[in-house]
């Protein structure tokens, strides 16, 4: 797995071992990031909820992102976000917390242009996380939500304020893009 473009392209994102992970292919990422760069967005700040190895959130700091906060509740995982962001030299445009997602919403104080969310494919709680999400500080007038999920986990057309702009699907791979309204 490596970055797509940008300033970091080609940087390889290190795994962590013994952790299991889904992570985004690149396929799927440039998909994505097409969404995102073809709609208007603000790309001042990003927040990567459930972000693994970080690629994504990584990914939108390579093309220009302005900040980024990461968030993962396994400690493996949150130390190799950390290593990635090195290697890619934007440690100096990120912080990486060591919580769950919806810990992760009751605690951050900033808003964000773009939250990616890449939950566990079986993970039903990221219904619960979209709803908190939607009504939460973090988001609002300007936001947009990615959240990449199993084509077997249809989620709403709207959560809050939140509808949905954008669905593509890639295999078992979902990507369903809201915007603020």
């Not at 990031?33 to 790309?43: G, H, N, Q, Y």
């Not at 992102?65 to 130390?79: K, M, S, T």
């Not at 057309?157 to 915007?179: M, P, W």
Request: charged share 20%; aromatic share 8%; with cysteine.
């Amino acid at each position: 797995m490596r970055i797509i473009t940008g300033k970091a392209k080609g940087q390889y994102i290190k795994s962590p071992k013994g952790v299991s992970l889904r992570p985004t292919s690149d396929l799927t990422r440039g998909v994505l990031f097409s969404i995102l760069e073809s709609m208007a967005t603000d790309w001042s700040s990003v927040l990567d909820l459930y972000a693994g190895t970080g690629s994504m959130g990584i990914e939108a700091l390579s093309r220009g992102a302005g900040w980024a906060d990461f968030v993962e509740q396994n400690p493996r995982c949150c130390a190799t976000i950390k290593e990635n962001l090195a290697r890619a030299n934007l440690a100096t445009q990120a912080h990486v917390y060591c919580l769950s997602a919806i810990k992760a919403i009751s605690l951050l104080k900033r808003k964000y242009g773009i939250v990616l969310m890449g939950p566990p494919y079986r993970e039903r709680a990221v219904i619960k996380t979209m709803e908190q999400l939607a009504i939460s500080c973090l988001v609002g007038a300007g936001s947009t939500i990615v959240v990449e999920h199993s084509y077997r986990l249809p989620l709403s057309s709207a959560y809050g304020n939140f509808q949905l702009a954008k669905e593509r699907r890639h295999g078992d791979t979902c990507i369903s893009v809201y915007q603020y309204q």
